[in-house]
C-alpha cells in the first residue's frame, strides 16, 4: 500500500513573516490529517526558518533544486550536502521550470537524481509533457524517455529509492488541469514502464500528479488508482488550501 504524499513547491515566493504564517496553519490542521505525508519543498534561503518551524511537527521540508556539484566554484548553487545540513527529508529534480529556465535536460537531471540519492536524500523527480508534445500525440513517448534517461544512469533499485512526480507543463500554474482520466492514463504509463524494469519497484514507487492541483480537484484526483499524492504550487502558499488537499486524501 502506498503511502499518498501531498508536496508544496513554494517555488520562489515567501517571506520570514508569511512561510512563518503559512507553517504555524499548516501545523494547526495537521491533526485532521490521517493518510498523507506532508512535505513543503521551498526556496533554499527559507529553509533555516522552516526547519526551526517543523522540526518538532509531522511535516518534512526538502529543497527545490540541488547541485550536481558537492563543494566549490559554483556561485549561487546549493549542494546536497547543504540540504543534508539542515535535515531536508526531499529535494525536487528536473522540475519543468528548471528544464526550461536552466536548460537542465535529462542526463543533468539524472545526475541531479543520483546526486542526491548517493546524500541520502529523496529526490522527486518531475517529468512530464509540453502541450505542444501532447497535441503532437507524443505524451507516453515523453514521459517514458525521461525516466528511462534516470534508469540508465542509476538503475530501477536506485530509481525505486525516489518520487515521480508526473506533471503536465501546460497544467503547471495555469488553472488548467489534467481530467482525472487524462492524469491516470500518463500515470498508468509511468507506472507499466517501470514495471517492465522491475514489477515490485513498480508496485512500490510513489506517483504524484502535479499541475493546478487545488482543494475542489483534489479529491477525484486522488482517487485514481495510480496517483499517490499531488505536487502542489500555488495551492501549497494558502495553509487553508493545501491542508485541504491532504485531507482529500483520508
Ligand atoms: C508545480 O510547480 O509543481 C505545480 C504543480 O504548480 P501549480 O500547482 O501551481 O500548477
Known sequence: MRQPLIAGNWKMNGSQESVTALLNG????????????????VPAIHIPLVQDLLK????????EDLSVHDSGAYTGEISASMLNDFA???VLVGHSERRAYHNEDDEVVAEKFEVAINAGLIPVLCIGETLEEREQGITEEVVVRQIEAVITRVGIDTLGKGVIAYEPVWAIGTGKTATPEMAQEAHATIRTRVAKSDATVADKIQILYGGSMNASNAAELLAQADIDGGLIGG???KAEDFLAIALAAN
Not at 26 to 41: F, Q, R, T
Open 26 to 41: 499548516v501545523k494547526a490542521g495537521m491533526g485532521d490529517v490521517a493518510k498523507a505525508e506532508v512535505a513543503v519543498c
Open 56 to 63: 518538532d511537527s509531522a511535516v518534512t521540508w526538502g529543497g
Open 88 to 90: 531536508c527529508k526531499y
Open 235 to 237: 495551492a501549497s502558499l
